[in-house]
């Protein structure tokens, strides 16, 4: 077989001394944290677009990336030789899973059912890797936000000619996931929101969306797939308004549809950040609401306002994620798919490696601070004995709907004045930083 990283072995553990860059200083596959392998608690992905597809471009200068298994054309035969390259990075790398876009993995053809072919071609060709190596795919997912045709939307589309084009799409990226043991698929809304309201009926593309998205559990029920199905919220690009804005406004809606026993919410970070959030309040958010299912790992600039998919190095993020996992007992069918992209500057392909080895060990320290932080239950104790006086009778009567306003009242009357304690937020940040080392 062609190697296309012929300098780069299979990244070992060296431990936290090491000084070499292409090995893992944190990331031990088979250490067990909290009793479960750290490969079991990061369930990491490597975002086939970004990796393979990813050529660096930027809205003021052209592709830099160096990507030497790639001709540049839009074959099936260059589509396959790419599978190559992708399934050769990730037995070295040591990642288990794959995420992607069908038409990231195969081109598009000149008619629905060129296009069907195409992706059924390329499944065989995923198929066939995939037992080779024991990869698995963690979601697939299908692009409707790059082809012209999708300019208005597309299950929000002005057109229904376009919104059957989704619909066709959508029909066979699912059975393509499924045929391919994906444990998930994603609903990513790119342009599903509008540009203006000067020519937006938004409560008839709000209803559009939501019979889209029954068409997908009605088939899904029919076809036998078993991966769970997510939205992935984000606020804003491409589109000015996305209207799964965050993990809040996704929840709504499925509510408002009867969805929410078909769905749970794929978390991205710079999509929290755009929306003004941070990852702590969206995982929070989608976790409070049992749908907290799996997770776009990245992050932002402070400086950028834009999605930089950067990858995620940031140890306080790391960390707080991983404590909301862990909390959660695991992301069950998820995982953590580095939705993310190198700096235009780093375009040499063993900066794929450096970059997913960053991600990769911010993670494991990550998950390795949280566990700390969860067995010295400081802060876990902080946030109980805050909400103490809610464990006296009244606040369990008042938890369980018992109480009246006249109640309350008495009970105003009786204490007087209440007497609270600090929030000691500055003890608290402190403390966690004593875990981050
Ligand atoms: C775009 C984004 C998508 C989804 C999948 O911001 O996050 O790549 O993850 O469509
Ligand atoms: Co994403």
Redesign the pocket.
């Known amino acids: 077989m062609n190697s296309w990283f012929p300098d780069v072995p299979v990244i070992p553990f060296e431990g936290p001394d090491s000084r070499n860059p292409l090995s893992f200083r944190h990331y031990d596959a088979g250490e067990v944290i909290e009793g479960k392998p750290m490969r079991e608690h990061l369930k990491f992905a490597s975002?086939y677009?970004h990796t393979m597809r990813n050529g660096l471009d930027d809205p003021f200068g052209s592709a830099t990336a160096r990507m030497p298994w790639d001709d540049g054309t839009d074959s099936l035969e260059n589509a396959e030789q790419r599978i190559g390259a992708f399934f050769e990075f990730l037995e070295k790398i040591g990642i288990e899973y794959y995420c992607f876009?069908d038409r990231d993995v195969a081109p598009e053809g000149a008619t629905v059912e060129e296009s069907a072919r195409n992706l059924e071609h390329i499944a065989d060709v995923l198929d066939r890797y995939q037992n080779e190596t024991g990869k698995k795919l963690l979601w697939g997912?299908a692009c409707l936000f790059s082809h012209p045709r999708y300019v208005h939307g597309a299950a929000t589309s002005c057109s229904v000619d376009v919104f059957a084009h989704a619909g066709a799409q959508v029909r066979q990226a699912i059975d393509v996931t499924s045929r391919l043991g994906g444990s998930g698929y994603?609903f990513?809304g790119?342009r599903e929101g509008y540009s203006t309201l000067l020519n937006t009926d938004m409560p008839r593309e709000l209803a559009h969306l939501a019979r889209f998205l029954e068409m997908a559990v009605d088939y899904r029920n029919r076809s036998g797939f078993e991966g769970q199905f997510y939205i992935?919220p984000?606020p804003k690009e491409p589109t000015t308004h996305q209207y799964d804005f965050d993990a809040a406004a996704c929840l709504n809606f499925l509510r408002e549809h009867g969805l929410m026993d078909s769905f749970k919410l794929n978390i991205?970070t710079n999509?929290a950040t755009l929306a003004g959030h941070s990852m702590e309040h969206e995982l929070e958010t989608a976790a409070a609401a049992g749908a907290l299912g799996s997770i776009?790992a990245n992050m932002g600039h402070p400086q950028l306002g834009w999605?930089t998919d950067h990858f995620p190095t940031d140890i306080y993020l790391t960390t707080r994620i991983m404590r909301i996992v862990l909390a959660m007992g695991g992301l069950d069918q998820g995982g953590l798919n580095f939705?993310a992209k190198r700096r235009r500057g780093s375009f040499e392909p063993i900066d794929l490696f450096h970059a997913h080895i960053a991600g990769m060990d911010a993670f494991a320290r990550g998950l390795k601070i949280a566990a700390a932080i969860r067995e010295d239950r400081r802060l876990d104790d902080a946030v109980q004995i805050r909400y103490a006086s809610w464990d006296s009778d009244l606040g369990v009567s008042i938890e369980a709907g018992q109480v009246t306003l006249e109640e309350l009242e008495s009970h105003a009357k009786s204490v007087g004045e209440p007497d609270l304690s600090s929030g000691r937020e500055e003890m608290l940040e402190s403390i966690m930083n004593d875990f981050i080392r």
């Open positions: 975002a677009w876009h997912t994603v990513w790119g992935e984000k991205e999509h776009d999605d939705d």
